[in-house]
């Protein structure tokens, strides 16, 4: 329930148009539901504006599948996602709620892991371009993307236009220069970040990945020279993170 829903039921209940004791039944269940094994914070977009999402990691099928249709029940127009999903998760999950968008991080792997979402939530005015050093971030940044896409956003992805060749970035600036934020995703030395946030006036949201040889430290080095960028005002995530840029966009933007 947000705030928009909260106010129309009350309302309704000031217009006659609802009792107080369905409007009591309705909010009995606002601040969370304790499925036993997780307390569902059905309070969130009250809070935040967008509804709890679920990590899939560390979660059985079932559960994942459980705490989806919880969020469903109350989700207001809200778009629930479902993230880090293994195949097995997926499939329980949309067994048990039908009518969900599976966007798998990597297309040609049906067993890669997935991002999952139910409905979406109400357009937002704003933009967002997602833009990767390598085709070995895009799994990262299909994250982010689908992410943005059920928090309301329009979105564009701007592939492999890292540093080593930065002619391919100039060539995507038009792009770049009519969105509203933008989602950088690098790995290696993280050094597309910076660039991009030299050339752009909009917050710059940086995802480091986990790409990279030896001294990449699986994502370190790209998160210590984003955290260290000379471009001021960048926004950094933590390593492999597209779900937190896509959120770190939406506290942003309308």
Known sequence: MDEATLTKLLEK????????????SRLKRLPFADLGFAKVD?????RQGFAEAVYGPGKTPEQCAAIVKELISSSEGRAVILTRATQEQVQAATASNPNGTITLSVPE???????????????????????????????????????????????????????AGIHRLVQAMPVLES??????????????????????????????????????????????????????????????????????VARMLP
């Open 109 to 163: 792997d049906p067993t890669s892991i997935s991002t999952v979402t139910w409905g979406c939530s109400p357009p937002r005015k704003s933009r967002v371009a997602v833009v990767t050093a390598g085709t070995a971030d895009l799994p990262v940044a299909r994250e982010a993307v689908a992410t943005l896409d059920a928090l309301g956003f329009t979105e564009e992805l701007v592939t492999d236009v890292g540093a």
């Open 179 to 248: 969105s509203q934020a933008v989602i950088v995703v690098a790995g290696m030395e993280g050094a597309l970040a910076t660039v991009v946030a030299g050339m752009v006036a909009v917050p710059v949201v940086a995802v480091p990945t986990s790409v990279g040889y030896g001294a990449a430290l699986e994502g370190v080095t790209a998160l210590l020279a984003m955290l260290s960028s000379c471009s001021p005002g960048v926004c950094v995530v933590g390593i492999d993170n597209g779900f937190g840029a896509g959120c770190a």
């Open 42 to 46: 059905h309070h969130r977009p009250l």
């Open 13 to 24: 209940v000031s217009s006659g148009q609802s009792t107080v004791e369905e409007a009591v």
